[in-house]
């Protein structure tokens, strides 16, 4: 696919702190890039600097293969804090941004029109930013960021704070866009969002990128759980179960780590593929089934794969 996003070696510094330490992002027109990171990982300065509100100290970054001044028309940006005219209407904020990014006439009314629609605006287009509530402020910030149908989408934390509605309208409206050809940067801390937009994953660490691929790539590497309830483990699945850590090849070794409740009635099995792990446990022993309460899987979710990562760089810099 046609990278519509391009950004390479990326440093940004802000007097001894370094915001940005070798940034590397390539984002494909239809692509949603799910940006996900702690505070002052560099997403906020990533997203400035592709804008052009701030330049790089080193590396460089394309929008469809040009420098950001000369990409603004193709692109996007929804900031983290509010942009908006806040004595202006909605409408008269639309149309500013409309105008800004040369649409005008038939076409601006028209994309104002549907945008209104699509991110339930149509009834608040006359009131005042300012007098707006916050989903519709939202809203209200991302409609202005997508007025002109951008090849380039930023969008920096657009639901924070945001209710049910404001969330679906938006999550909506972005996966409309990329399916009509936008190259789409979402970054977010609510990582379910990024299942929903059936985003592929960046996820940035101390000024870098430091994992990127589709979802199932990165869970790969990430372990599950399996939770399995007894009213009474039986001491030969005990043994057998903490034995398996350390089983040579063709035994029941899984390379995961077994945790063994106190009243000895719980077994949890962290592994890669939890449910490969416990089955043939329980298959030797099937005895303990007779004993067995309850049965729980927990695949590994993006929350997971991003503590995961943290704590991997952790000990890389350790």
Do not use: C, W
């Not at 590396?59 to 806040?86: H, I, K, S, T």
């Amino acid at each position: 696919m046609t990278a519509m996003l391009e950004a390479s070696g990326l440093v940004r510094r802000y007097g001894s702190t370094v915001a940005l330490d070798g940034f590397d992002l390539s984002v494909a027109a239809g692509e949603i890039a799910g940006l996900v990171g702690h505070n002052g990982a560099g997403k906020t300065t990533f997203a400035r600097v592709t804008a052009g509100l701030l330049a790089p100290d080193a590396g460089m970054v394309r929008v469809a293969g040009r420098a950001p001044a000369q990409g603004l028309p193709l692109l996007g940006l929804a900031p983290q804090e509010l942009a908006l005219y806040p004595t202006a209407t909605a409408l008269e904020n639309l149309e500013v941004f409309a105008g800004l990014y040369g649409v005008r006439g038939r076409d601006a009314r028209q994309r104002i029109s549907a945008l209104a629609e699509d991110l339930v605006l149509g009834d608040v287009l006359d009131r005042r930013a300012r007098d707006l509530s916050g989903g519709q402020q939202r809203r209200l910030q991302a409609a202005t960021a997508m007025v002109h149908r951008p090849r380039v989408l930023l969008l920096d934390e657009p639901t924070v704070g945001a209710d049910p509605v404001t969330r679906d309208a938006l999550l909506a409206v972005v996966r409309a866009a990329a399916d009509d050809g936008a190259a789409v940067v979402y970054t977010t801390h609510y990582l379910p969002e990024l299942d929903t937009l059936g985003a592929t994953l960046a996820v940035a660490s101390g000024g870098r990128v430091i994992a990127r691929g589709s979802r199932a790539e990165l869970l790969a590497s990430v372990p599950g759980r399996a939770v399995a309830d007894f009213d009474r483990l039986p001491a030969a699945l005990r043994a057998a179960a903490l034995a398996g850590q350390a089983a040579p090849p063709g035994g029941l070794a899984y390379g995961g780590a077994v945790e063994i409740s106190q009243d000895g009635t719980r077994l949890v099995i962290t592994a890669p593929d939890p449910a490969a792990a416990l089955a043939p446990l329980l298959a030797a022993h099937a005895d303990a089934v007779t004993h067995l309460r309850s049965l729980e899987l927990h695949p590994p979710t993006l929350d997971d794969l991003y503590r995961h990562l943290l704590a991997s760089r952790r000990t890389e810099d350790s």
